[in-house]
């Protein structure tokens, strides 16, 4: 007797959430908390370096984009990889690495060291949030999949925020070196768990045709229902592209919304990177204390969880385009107000819960809109090269900051000119074609 194939998306979507499900969401959160503490946590202790090492502000401008550069090279090299080779070891392999360098970098005592060490934990970083969203996506029902995906990106905040409350508590007392061994320990633990428990993608297995039964023992713990039968088949209703190739990416009619998703990451990496790398130090100079500034930097990813978990609901009910565009605009608002209310203590905490909420919040919104795109054969390499892409925007944003700090151009300039990215991004998402499904 001949059994239909059974349609992996079909049984995902009529099934309650699973624990094993959560399971896989849960991991997926921690991996990518530990990358947002990480990205953070060096601008929380950039003034404590400053003081220590007795260097200015601008010359800490060309680590920070040394570490967003790792970043963009890990992004561009590994989601292709994950293509090709699966998305659990490039996750696994990338949490052990950059933990090891993490460790690594309190016993820098140069400038040029530290900026060496953070290009090579950059790297392994850089592979973290495409295979992240890849694989959380994977194992969501569509009904709930923005939702979701953007439920496991507030990790990425909450590391942030997390970051900078173990920064302002551990740094009186133990120095800056302490803000790395923890934020070293932790990713070498959940690297461990992962080992153990992280599945890989269904949809890949099966794409791959490379240890197929492996997916019946997963779809049991989605449904325990589930009774596989002997020579039974698995459907995954996409067309199968060239797998992990960039050039894909401008096939099939998907150059436009390629090229228009590689500018929004660009311009909104750009403002988030400058924001959450440099507001601490700006913040300090405008007369707070360090802990104060920290403190008040911290309200940026702080904004930016509500916003994650808020624009997914909405996306899910909605579109893309119709929270993302409102979004940015309003953002633009909120950045060039910043500069305008720092002797305005509630209001430039305002200013900054509504940047972090529409800025940081949308990230994961436009990361989970590529991989609502591209097929599973490209899902990786879709999201890491529009991030690898938008990481030149990461490297570009600290570095202009340094360079206008260095001009001493007043801080309502500097914010009004970081405002102009997001309102180009809001630009971008309206001449951009709307996926299938999602307008």
């Given at each position: 007797?001949?059994?239909a194939?059974?349609?992996?998306?079909?049984l995902?979507?009529r099934?309650?959430i699973?624990?094993?499900?959560?399971?896989?969401?849960l991991?997926?959160?921690l991996?990518?908390?530990?990358d947002?503490?990480?990205?953070?946590?060096?601008?929380?202790?950039?003034?404590?370096?400053?003081?220590?090492?007795?260097?200015?502000k601008?010359?800490?401008?060309?680590?920070?984009?040394?570490?967003?550069?790792?970043?963009?090279?890990g992004?561009l090299l590994?989601?292709v990889?994950?293509?090709?080779l699966?998305?659990?070891p490039?996750?696994?392999?990338?949490?052990?690495f950059f933990?090891?360098?993490m460790?690594?970098t309190?016993?820098?005592?140069t400038?040029?060291?530290l900026?060496?060490?953070?290009?090579?934990?950059g790297?392994?970083?850089?592979?973290?949030?495409?295979?992240?969203m890849?694989l959380?996506?994977?194992?969501?029902?569509r009904?709930?999949?923005?939702?979701l995906m953007?439920?496991?990106?507030?990790?990425?905040?909450?590391g942030?925020?997390?970051?900078?409350?173990?920064a302002?508590?551990?740094?009186?007392?133990?120095g800056w070196h302490?803000?790395?061994?923890?934020?070293?320990?932790?990713?070498?633990?959940?690297?461990?768990?992962?080992?153990?428990?992280?599945?890989e993608?269904?949809?890949?297995?099966?794409?791959s045709g490379k240890?197929?039964?492996?997916?019946a023992?997963w779809?049991?713990r989605?449904?325990?229902?589930f009774t596989?039968?002997h020579?039974?088949?698995?459907?995954?209703?996409?067309?199968?592209?060239s797998?992990?190739?960039?050039?894909?990416?401008?096939?099939?009619?998907?150059?436009?919304?390629?090229?228009?998703l590689w500018?929004?990451n660009?311009?909104?990496?750009?403002?988030?990177?400058?924001?959450?790398?440099?507001?601490?130090?700006?913040?300090?100079?405008?007369?707070?204390?360090?802990?104060?500034?920290v403190?008040?930097?911290?309200?940026?990813?702080v904004g930016?969880?509500i916003?994650?978990?808020?624009?997914g609901?909405?996306?899910?009910?909605?579109?893309?385009?119709r929270?993302?565009i409102?979004?940015?605009?309003?953002?633009?608002?909120?950045?060039?107000?910043?500069?305008?209310?720092?002797?305005?203590?509630v209001l430039?905490?305002v200013?900054?819960?509504?940047?972090?909420?529409c800025?940081?919040?949308?990230?994961?919104?436009?990361?989970?809109l590529?991989?609502?795109?591209?097929?599973?054969?490209?899902?990786?390499?879709?999201i890491?090269?529009?991030?690898?892409?938008g990481?030149l925007?990461?490297?570009?944003?600290?570095?202009?900051?340094g360079?206008?700090?260095?001009?001493?151009?007043?801080?309502?300039t500097?914010f009004?000119?970081?405002?102009v990215?997001?309102?180009l991004?809001?630009?971008?998402?309206?001449?951009?074609?709307?996926?299938a499904?999602?307008?």
């Amino acid at each position: 007797m001949q059994y239909a194939p059974v349609d992996i998306a079909a049984l995902v979507e009529r099934n309650p959430i699973s624990r094993f499900q959560l399971g896989v969401y849960l991991l997926c959160g921690l991996c990518i908390l530990m990358d947002g503490f990480d990205v953070q946590a060096m601008g929380y202790v950039a003034p404590a370096i400053i003081q220590e090492w007795h260097v200015s502000k601008a010359s800490l401008g060309p680590v920070f984009g040394a570490g967003l550069f790792g970043m963009l090279a890990g992004s561009l090299l590994f989601s292709v990889l994950a293509d090709k080779l699966g998305r659990r070891p490039i996750l696994i392999g990338a949490t052990l690495f950059f933990s090891v360098c993490m460790l690594l970098t309190p016993a820098c005592s140069t400038l040029e060291q530290l900026q060496w060490l953070r290009f090579i934990t950059g790297i392994g970083l850089g592979a973290i949030m495409p295979n992240v969203m890849a694989l959380a996506g994977e194992y969501s029902p569509r009904r709930r999949r923005v939702t979701l995906m953007m439920l496991v990106s507030c990790g990425f905040t909450v590391g942030a925020v997390v970051g900078g409350l173990v920064a302002a508590v551990v740094m009186p007392m133990y120095g800056w070196h302490a803000v790395f061994y923890i934020g070293g320990a932790l990713p070498l633990l959940i690297g461990l768990l992962m080992l153990w428990m992280l599945p890989e993608s269904m949809q890949f297995v099966i794409l791959s045709g490379k240890r197929i039964e492996r997916v019946a023992v997963w779809l049991r713990r989605i449904d325990p229902a589930f009774t596989p039968q002997h020579g039974q088949g698995y459907l995954v209703p996409e067309q199968v592209d060239s797998r992990g190739s960039v050039t894909a990416l401008f096939k099939a009619g998907r150059a436009r919304t390629t090229l228009l998703l590689w500018l929004v990451n660009f311009l909104n990496l750009l403002n988030l990177y400058f924001l959450s790398n440099w507001l601490p130090t700006i913040l300090k100079d405008a007369g707070l204390s360090t802990s104060a500034a920290v403190l008040a930097a911290t309200i940026l990813p702080v904004g930016g969880t509500i916003g994650t978990l808020a624009m997914g609901q909405l996306i899910d009910r909605s579109s893309f385009r119709r929270v993302l565009i409102p979004s940015f605009l309003l953002a633009a608002a909120a950045i060039g107000l910043i500069g305008q209310s720092q002797h305005l203590l509630v209001l430039l905490c305002v200013a900054i819960l509504v940047a972090g909420f529409c800025v940081v919040g949308g990230q994961p919104a436009v990361n989970a809109l590529a991989a609502n795109y591209y097929p599973t054969t490209l899902r990786s390499t879709g999201i890491g090269w529009s991030l690898g892409v938008g990481r030149l925007g990461s490297i570009i944003g600290p570095l202009l900051g340094g360079e206008l700090l260095r001009m001493n151009w007043p801080n309502s300039t500097i914010f009004l000119i970081a405002a102009v990215p997001a309102l180009l991004s809001a630009l971008m998402l309206w001449m951009m074609a709307t996926p299938a499904g999602q307008d």
